[in-house]
T-cell receptor
Framework: NAGVMQNPRHLVRRRGQEARLRCSPM?????VYWYRQLPEEGLKFMVY????????ESGMPKERFSAEFPKEGPSILRIQQVVRGDSAAYFC????????????FGEGSRLTVL | DQQVKQNSPSLSVQEGRISILNCDYT??????FLWYKKYPAEGPTFLIS?????DKNEDGRFTVFLNKSAKHLSLHIVPSQPGDSAVYFC??????????FGQGTRLTINP
């Protein structure tokens, strides 16, 4: 299965801990996007990355959140010092180099902050 | 700043009838529009798209209509089937950049 792979699917953290979410894009895809879905809401754009570059991080909270897409390995969304309001489903999507606009989504990582 | 809006949180349709989901946008620079379908505990899956140079695109039971002057698009599903029950998100993009999503409409198809 060459789909977008996200892990972990479920993550539980206590307030103040760190959360790391990983995303491996589809084979041949060089663009990665992270979206967040809060309960009963739509998907909110967070960040758009290409290999080793952050292209657009306009949706990222200014503090505690960071993302990377290294030359080797998956993209990582890192949330430091988590708070209850960070509880959400985090979706990763990828697209090929010549993007038609369509994004291919993973199944999401559900973060619960106790 | 909600650039893409789906004003109906939910819609209930009888099996076999037509389902019409609506979406409005405010940014006239958007030139590509998509519909995604999402089942619980799964990621969104692409359904159908339309570029701003067209006003209609059809794929099997699914048709998307775009009215640029009204900044409105709609998704028609006919005939509706029980497996169509899901949350539907419309999304818009400017060029090959990030998608902006609406809040979603939960469609329920009743037997």
């Amino acid at each position: 299965n060459a789909g977008v792979m996200q892990n972990p699917r479920h993550l539980v953290r206590r307030r103040g801990q760190e959360a790391r979410l990983r995303c491996s894009p589809m084979k041949g895809h060089s663009h990665v996007y992270w979206y967040r879905q809060l309960p009963e809401e739509g998907l909110k754009f967070m960040v758009y990355l290409q290999k080793e570059n952050i292209i657009d991080e306009s949706g990222m909270p200014k503090e505690r959140f960071s993302a990377e897409f290294p030359k080797e390995g998956p993209s990582i969304l890192r949330i430091q010092q988590v708070v209850r309001g960070d509880s959400a489903a985090y979706f990763c999507a990828s697209s090929p180099l010549l993007n038609t606009g369509e994004l291919f989504f993973g199944e999401g990582s559900r973060l619960t902050v106790l | 700043d909600q650039q893409v809006k789906q004003n109906s949180p939910s819609l209930s349709v009888q099996e076999g009838r037509i389902s019409i989901l609506n979406c409005d946008y405010t940014n006239s620079m958007f030139d590509y529009f998509l519909w995604y379908k999402k089942y619980p505990a799964e990621g969104p899956t692409f359904l159908i798209s339309i570029s701003s140079i067209k006003d209609k695109n059809e794929d099997g039971r699914f048709t998307v209509f775009l009215n640029k002057s009204a900044k409105h698009l709609s998704l028609h599903i006919v005939p509706s089937q029980p497996g169509d029950s899901a949350v539907y998100f419309c999304a818009a993009a400017r060029g090959a950049q990030k998608l902006v999503f609406g809040q979603g409409t939960r469609l329920t198809i009743n037997p």
